[in-house]
């Protein structure tokens, strides 16, 4: 059974920034890609970002130009590195991984608030 196991969530200030890390059990190159998804409070789970296994990443609309993700295969890892958050961002945060079927981590909240 795949587990991913997603931190790096927290309070933030709108125009701050955090970088979420999502740990996989196993390989993250057995998988047709990674994401991350947010979920708002009353709205539906929304594709943030993607990156397939030969490393292409898309992005939301809302959040191109402001988010990055990336990976690093030794450590199984990929991370959501997020800059200048606005309110509109807070959520809860999911990691994905996309293979004979879909996985997802835990979740962990992001806060933008003064």
């Known amino acids: 059974q795949v587990q991913l196991v997603e931190s790096g969530g927290g309070l933030v200030q709108p125009g701050g920034s955090l970088r979420l890390s999502c740990t996989a059990s196993?390989?993250?190159?057995?998988?047709?890609?990674m994401g991350w998804y947010r979920q708002a409070p009353g709205k539906q789970r929304e594709l943030v970002a993607v990156i397939s296994r030969g490393g292409n990443a898309n992005y939301a609309d809302s959040v191109k130009g402001r988010f990055t993700i990336s990976r690093f295969v030794p450590k199984n890892t990929v991370y959501l590195q997020m800059n200048s958050l606005k309110p509109e961002d807070t959520a809860v945060y999911y990691c994905?991984?996309?293979?004979?079927?879909?996985?997802w981590g835990q979740g962990t909240q992001v806060t933008v608030s003064s």
């Open positions: 994905n991984a996309d293979g004979t079927q879909h996985y």
């Open positions: 196993g390989s993250i190159l057995s998988f047709n890609s």
